[in-house]
């Protein structure tokens, strides 16, 4: 039974056997008070002591799970109505705290279910459009009901975009209000808990996007806090300088200040601990480490990341995290004593060459070697790093899906289908992990905007090309056993034709039958007839696994004939032995060996 006479660790409200306990940091307060459900609102009822270090503690026996609440700071003359900085749940932005207690909900024994970083497949998620109803605001319990095309899809892992309470109830989540609250008209914690309950129970691991480069700014009661600040600036949460200046807003965490630090490390953490998230993305970490993402150096900001990254090493072994950094910075995923500890990080290095290529009007200005630096970038590790050709950023923001980038006028039409497959095929062969934005795989068209939902309709209308997607993530993951080279470390170019827009790159773990694979590029709108490619050593016969321009796939694909490869003895492309080929135009072929 909790004590009710010593002072219960942690922050926010507390739940135990003997009513509630409230702790709240408020430094520079001269007194806090709990107000709520339990005390009929009185602003005088159960008023905090300073525990002497800037925290104040009050425990209510009265108080229960459930109830509302907020607290009272009076600064001087100043008297603040704040909600509680560790609110797990909140009416809504702009509302009250309630009091939750995470130990209440029922896991059934459920846990994490993160694969081998090696063996994952991502699958990015807007849960506000993902499925909505009647156009409406699409929230947690719904995506859940769609959780079957992700795994039908194949695709092993969910990272949903942010879902930290939010000003409104529309937004891309990058505006966070109340970090360790759940979106309140996403459905809350409760069903924050059940959509990841479900995801593993379907072998699905689930990640979360957070957001700690600035917070806000809008509905943003961290801000002045407890009435203190300085220079108009945030006040005890927020830098008082330079440093507090972001592109969103000037909201920059203090990462310089114990308890602010703490108060991050322990929303990371809870994500992982309380809702049994299988990683974490870090959203836009170079404004964390600096002030405008290049120059102007935040040591404390990386430091803090650091200190995330060793600790869920620690206590989280097997959990991933990534970093949006898209500086291709290999420091970001050292752990050496200057790095930054992350598991992987978004590759600009990879997605940047790749969209500008296949998007790219006239052939003659395709760039081969462009491709082979986003095939080959390394980072010491090759899953360090997530490899994709649609985001949230790569589909908005002034730019739109793939196949409308291909192709303005006609993007369902042949060209706009066999370039955007043919990027998805690089990114789910290449070395890293790759990644596919919601609704990628039926050709969801225009831009990505959070008012506007997945159009579910075109799952069926373009099912050729989901099941195109399909074929490539069962591959890409070896369901086969017989493409493990996908899975491996190792990468070679056998050949790279900048004339011809051809490509052939050998992918490979240990090597041997079911393990070497080659993949084949023809970024060209001419058909290659009969061409000549160097082989990895080994007599058995190259069996073709997939070929992009099948009719299955879409009746506007041309069905070429590809075939299996023999493999001859005598050298070429600085490989042992040769095989020769015929491929159709914008077209991929993956090999393997046996």
Request: with cysteine; net charge negative; aromatic share 12%.
């Amino acid at each position: 039974m909790t004590s009710t006479t010593e002072r219960w660790n942690g922050m926010g409200a507390i739940v135990g056997d003997g009513g509630v306990a409230f702790r709240v940091w408020a430094p520079h307060a001269d007194t806090v008070v709990v107000t709520g459900d339990f005390n009929k609102w009185s602003e005088s009822a159960n008023p905090l002591e300073s525990e002497g270090n800037g925290y104040w503690y009050a425990l209510v026996p009265e108080a229960k799970t459930g109830d509302e609440y907020k607290y009272i700071i009076t600064n001087g003359e100043q008297v603040l109505s704040k909600r509680d900085p560790y609110s797990y749940l909140v009416t809504n932005s702009v509302g009250n705290s309630v009091i939750y207690d995470h130990s209440a909900f029922d896991w059934e024994g459920v846990q994490a279910h993160c694969p081998p970083f090696n063996e994952m497949v991502i699958y990015e998620m807007h849960v506000g459009t993902f499925n909505s109803v009647d156009g409406g605001v699409g929230d947690l319990e719904g995506a859940m009901e769609r959780l079957h095309h992700v795994l039908e899809l194949g695709a092993n892992t969910v990272q949903l975009m942010p879902v930290a309470e939010f000003a409104g109830d529309q937004s891309w989540g990058y505006n966070p209000a109340d970090p360790f609250a759940v979106e309140s008209a996403y459905g809350g914690p409760d069903a924050l808990k059940q959509f990841v309950k479900k995801a593993h129970e379907m072998g699905i691991a689930v990640i979360q996007d957070v957001v700690y480069n600035h917070f806000g700014p809008s509905d943003l009661d961290l801000w002045q806090f407890d009435g203190w600040s300085e220079n108009g600036k945030g006040g005890i949460y927020f830098y008082q300088d330079w440093k507090s200046e972001t592109p969103w807003g000037d909201t920059r965490p203090d990462y310089g200040r114990e308890e602010v630090r703490r108060f991050i490390r322990d929303n990371a953490l809870m994500w992982l601990k309380d809702y049994r998230m299988d990683g974490l993305r870090l959203d836009m970490t170079p404004y964390m480490r600096s002030k405008d993402g290049s120059s102007m150096d935040i040591p404390e900001g990386w430091s803090m990341m650091r200190w995330i990254a060793d600790t869920v090493r620690e206590e989280f072994p097997g959990r991933i995290l990534i970093a949006e950094d898209l500086h291709g910075n290999p420091l970001v995923t050292s752990t050496a004593p200057d790095g930054a500890g992350f598991h992987s990080q978004w590759d600009s290095h990879f997605v940047h060459p790749v969209r500008e290529v296949i998007t790219e009007i006239d052939d003659e200005w395709r760039s081969i070697p462009a491709i082979v630096e986003a095939v080959t970038t390394d980072y010491g590790d090759a899953f360090a790093r997530v490899v994709y050709t649609e985001s949230h950023d790569e589909v908005a923001n002034g730019k739109a899906r793939v196949p409308q980038e291909v192709n303005p006028n006609d993007p369902s039409g042949w060209v706009a289908q066999k370039l955007s497959t043919l990027g998805a095929a690089l990114a789910l062969t290449s070395p890293g992990i790759p990644m596919l934005f919601q609704g990628q795989e039926f050709l969801e068209g225009a831009w990505f905007r959070d008012s506007v939902p997945l159009d579910w309709s075109r799952d069926e209308n373009y099912a050729g090309i989901a099941n195109l997607y399909r074929d490539l993530i069962n591959l890409r993951l070896n369901r086969s056993q017989s493409t493990r080279g996908l899975t491996g470390q190792n990468t070679a170019i056998l050949k790279a034709d900048d004339e011809a827009n051809f490509l052939v790159f050998h992918r490979w773990a240990e090597g041997g039958v079911g393990d070497d694979v080659v993949v084949v590029v023809n970024l060209d709108s001419e058909v290659r007839e009969k061409v000549d490619i160097g082989l990895p050593a080994g007599t058995e016969k190259w069996t073709l696994r997939f070929n992009s321009d099948a009719k299955h796939y879409s009746s506007l694909f041309g069905g070429f004939a590809s075939y299996d490869m023999e493999s001859y003895e005598g050298g070429l492309d600085g490989q042992p032995r040769h095989g020769n080929l015929s491929i159709a135009p914008y077209t991929v072929l993956i090999y393997s060996r046996g």
